[in-house]
């Protein structure tokens, strides 16, 4: 039996060991939380998942959380909180009332136990990646089964569950046939992603937008949608509610991600964090950097990548500066100082969320109203933050026929300037993260905005689509296509795909 008042829990004090409370610091900074319930949470869970109930802790001197800030709010799981503990104390003494005091000594124990699990993990791991790679393959089971799910018969997936089972997005119709065309975007021996392109009009926007809402609905992954060069996208609120997610028009809305999460993590992880940012600098800047430039960049942000956590922009720049006057420089005008100051003129990004909370939820982003540098360097580091954390997760799981369930969507619409910058981020999205889950949708006018491209990078997408066009297509794109297509005389809502090898023509709407 229990004698709980909810209302009660919320307002009540929980703590831990003085010992937990000691190690769970040293884990909150190698881990790179923000707040000390997320620790606590992780640890309660943590024990939570052993057969046996804990031992009482020695003591209850540790730190103390208030209820609604260790459980969060209704909203947020709060009473699954509780209920899983109820229930592990149910299982292990049944007869037992459960009153508040139980509960908090409930708490207590697991939350001291937790820790010391928590620690052996982290010992055994080495690294922060590792460590995020045990906990989930230890604790998380992901199902390795599903439907075939298509959008004709309407089934639909719990948006909480990878599904497996094979996701077929419907194109449209044969033009000759009538035949309906699905592409399954999960099978075996070929990438999950999409190129379309077409001209201004000819309907590669509103095809990019049917196919995300489809996969949507048939698998409730979440989506981030990125308008790198207009805000067309903003304030469409029937596409939001399909896709569920949230609009953010930058810059006068900053993406609230923690970008440079885990750089503490190691030295190796600072280094990487700092060498990414100073590239993604590097690309997104018209004249780009010297050579001198990049190594101050480097050895200014090293140290405050290592030791710092919730970075911003404005942290930058001040690391950047005290670099510069410390080696006597600053008597000597640098254009990095200038360049990193006006990128300072605009809040790019808040460190409110965490990856895993970010990229776990769907967004619009648009860009209509960035300055180009600003722009590329936001979507730039944006795309390294999502390599990193893509990097922490196991592989998705892959069903008896060898569908792997989808995880994530990125789709860029107008992508010719992130093409054009040869940066590495969006090359690495097409071609690293596949066994992550992972299919990357790009929009761009021409097949010609891929001819500076590797032919290894085109041997990525897994399906071109091809509306009309005047450009010339790439040697690539004739390969793919066995021929020499004529995308200009196509008509409008019409595209040549690509099926299983054969070239079909097909009546998209």
């Not at 000691?22 to 939570?48: D, M, P, T, V």
């Not at 190129?195 to 937008?209: C, H, V």
């Not at 990049?294 to 405050?304: H, I, Q, R, Y």
């Not at 933050?385 to 994530?408: C, F, G, I, K």
């Amino acid at each position: 039996m229990s004698d709980i008042d909810t209302t009660k829990v919320w307002l009540a004090n929980f703590t831990t060991s003085a010992e937990a409370t000691k190690q769970g610091k040293e884990l909150f900074n190698w881990l790179g939380f923000s707040a000390h319930y997320q620790i606590a949470r992780l640890a309660i869970g943590r024990s939570l998942g052993e057969p046996n109930f804990p031992e009482t802790a020695p003591d209850a001197k540790g730190i103390t959380i208030k209820g609604n800030l260790l459980f969060g709010d209704e909203q947020q799981g709060a009473l699954l909180w509780v209920g899983l503990l109820v229930e592990n104390i149910n299982q292990h003494s049944p007869n037992k009332t459960i009153n508040l005091e139980v509960l908090q000594h409930a708490v207590r124990d697991h939350w001291r136990r937790g820790i010391s699990l928590l620690q052996q993990d982290w010992d055994i791991a080495g690294d922060y990646n590792k460590f995020v790679e045990l906990l989930i393959t230890r604790r998380a089971s992901l199902p390795n089964e599903g439907d075939y799910l298509t959008t004709n018969d309407k089934k639909k997936s719990q948006h909480d569950k990878l599904s497996s089972g094979a996701v077929a997005l419907n194109l449209g119709q044969d033009k000759d046939s009538g035949e309906v065309i699905n592409w399954v975007i999960n099978g075996q021996g070929y990438s999950p992603n999409v190129a379309i392109m077409g001209q201004s009009g000819s309907g590669k926007t509103r095809m990019m937008l049917k196919l995300l809402t489809e996969l949507r609905e048939l698998t409730g992954v979440p989506v981030l949608l990125i308008d790198v060069q207009k805000d067309e996208l903003a304030e469409r609120y029937g596409l939001a509610n399909a896709l569920g997610a949230k609009f953010l028009k930058i810059p006068s809305q900053p993406i609230p991600l923690d970008i440079f999460a885990g750089s503490t993590a190691s030295a190796d992880a600072a280094r990487d964090v700092t060498i990414a940012f100073r590239e993604s600098l590097d690309k997104a800047l018209a004249k780009g950097l010297t050579d001198n430039q990049k190594m101050n960049v480097l050895e200014a942000l090293k140290p405050l990548f290592a030791k710092r956590k919730n970075i911003t922009m404005l942290a930058i720049q001040q690391a950047i500066e005290r670099h510069y006057e410390d080696d006597n420089k600053s008597n000597k005008p640098d254009r990095v100082i200038a360049i990193i100051h006006e990128l300072c003129q605009y809040t790019l990004f808040e460190p409110t969320l965490s990856p895993a909370e970010f990229f776990s939820q769907s967004w619009i982003l648009t860009f209509g109203g960035a300055p180009t540098e600003s722009r590329r360097l936001a979507i730039f580091l944006l795309f390294d933050a999502l390599h990193r954390y893509l990097q922490t997760l196991p592989e998705s799981p892959m069903d008896e026929n060898n569908h792997r369930a989808v995880r994530m969507a990125v789709a860029v619409d107008e992508a010719r300037p992130l093409l054009d910058a040869k940066h590495d981020g969006l090359s690495k999205m097409v071609r690293l993260h596949r066994s992550h889950g992972l299919t990357v949708f790009m929009a761009s006018q021409s097949p010609d905005d891929y001819a500076g491209q590797s032919d290894d990078y085109m041997e990525q997408i897994g399906l071109p689509i091809c509306f009309k066009t005047n450009a010339t297509s790439t040697a690539v794109l004739n390969n793919m296509f066995k021929a020499k297509p004529n995308f200009a005389s196509l008509e409008s809502g019409t595209c040549l795909t690509v099926i299983e090898n054969s070239t079909r023509k097909v009546r998209a709407f």
